[in-house]
C-alpha cells in the first residue's frame, strides 16, 4: 500500500482491491461510496474456504463440506476480532473482491454503496442489497447499484452505443448525482463520514477521465475523510472497452490530477 498526499488530501493507493483494508482499518467506522467495475460483494473468504475444506474432507478429516467452510470463514474472522491475526494476514487468504463483506463483517465499515457496470440478479450473500433487484430491503450493510444504461435512456435493449455512452459519463454529474441520491434514500447521513473507494476499472474509456461536468465528483473528492484507490492492471485490461487504450497508471495519474485541482 502506498501513502499519497495530494493537497492535503490522503490517497491509499493499492494493487489488489482488497488490500484497502489496511486503510479502512484506521477508520471509525465510516461509510465506503465505491466506484467499480464489479460489485465485488462476494462473502469472505469464499475461495479460501471452499479449497481448504475441499483439502479436509478428501484427507478424511471432515464431511459435510458447506459446514465445514462456514467454521472455517467464521474461524478466520473470530482470529482477526481476537487480534490473533493481523489485517494482512487476512488479506492473505481474501481475494480482491470479498473485501467488502469483511469489512462489514467485523464492523471496520459501517455501510458500503458500490456504483458498478456489472449487475448481479441476485446474491448469495445475506449482507449484500441489490437495489432495484427483486428482494425487499433488510437492512443489509453492502448496497449494490448497477444501473443498465446511463439516467434517461428509454431504450428498451442498451446497444453497443449505450456501453461506450455509458462508460464515457462514468464521472458525469447526472450519473453521480443518482447514484447519491439513491445511497441517502437509505442512509440520510452516508456523506456526513465516507471513503471514497475507486478500482481503476471503472474507467474503460479515455472519455471517461475527462468528464463534461464532474462537480459532484470533486465534491466527492473534497469532503471524503480519505480516497482508496486500487489500480487492479488485469481487470483494467479486461474491462476497457474496444479501441481504448487506458491502463492504471495512465488512470492514476489522471485521477490525482482530478484530486489536485478538486482541493483548490
Ligand atoms: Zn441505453
Known amino acids: ?38 460489485t465485488d460483494s462476494r462473502e469472505a473468504f469464499q475461495n479460501y474456504s471452499y479449497w481448504k475444506a475441499d483439502s479436509e474432507i478428501k484427507s478424511g478429516l471432515y464431511r459435510d463440506h458447506e459446514k465445514r467452510k ?26 480482491n473482491d470479498e473485501h467488502l463483506d469483511f469489512s462489514v463483517r467485523v464492523d471496520m465499515i459501517d ?21 432495484d433487484g427483486r428482494n425487499n430491503y ?33 464521472l458525469e454529474d447526472f450519473v453521480l448525482d443518482t447514484a447519491i441520491a439513491r445511497a441517502k434514500n437509505f442512509k440520510s447521513s452516508f456523506f456526513e463520514n465516507y471513503i471514497l473507494d ?12 475527462y468528464p463534461e461536468n464532474f462537480e459532484t465528483f470533486k465534491k466527492l473528492i473534497r469532503e471524503s475523510d480519505f480516497i482508496t484507490i486500487a489500480l487492479e492492471p ?3 485490461k479486461i474491462c476497457l472497452l474496444e479501441g481504448c487504450r487506458l491502463n492504471s497508471e495512465i ?12 482541493q483548490i
Not at 490522503?10 to 482499518?25: C, F, G, I, M, R
Not at 467454521?71 to 481474501?94: A, P, R, V
Open 70 to 95: 462456514k467454521e472455517i470463514i467464521d474461524q478466520k474472522i473470530n482470529q482477526y476480532l481476537e487480534k490473533e491475526i493481523t489485517i494482512k494476514q487476512i488479506n492473505d487468504n481474501l481475494k
Open 198 to 209: 475507486i478500482d481503476c476499472d471503472f474507467f474503460n474509456t479515455e472519455k471517461s477521465l
Open 111 to 131: 455501510t458500503v454503496f458500490i456504483l458498478s457496470k456489472n449487475s448481479n440478479a441476485s446474491s448469495s450473500n445475506p449482507n449484500v442489497y441489490i437495489i
Open 1 to 38: 500500500m502506498k501513502k499519497i498526499s495530494v493537497n492535503k488530501k490522503t490517497l491509499y493507493v493499492v494493487e489488489s482491491h482488497n488490500q484497502v483494508l489496511e486503510a479502512w482499518e484506521s477508520c471509525t467506522r465510516q461509510n465506503v461510496f465505491s466506484l467499480d467495475f464489479h
Open 234 to 236: 488485469e481487470c483494467v
Open 138 to 170: 433488510r437492512n443489509q450493510r453492502i448496497l449494490e447499484y448497477s444501473p443498465p444504461c446511463i439516467p434517461g435512456c428509454e431504450k428498451s435493449i442498451h446497444d453497443e452505443k449505450c456501453r461506450y455512452m455509458r462508460a464515457d459519463s462514468s
Open 251 to 262: 488512470i492514476l495519474s489522471r485521477l490525482i490530477t482530478i484530486i489536485e485541482e478538486s
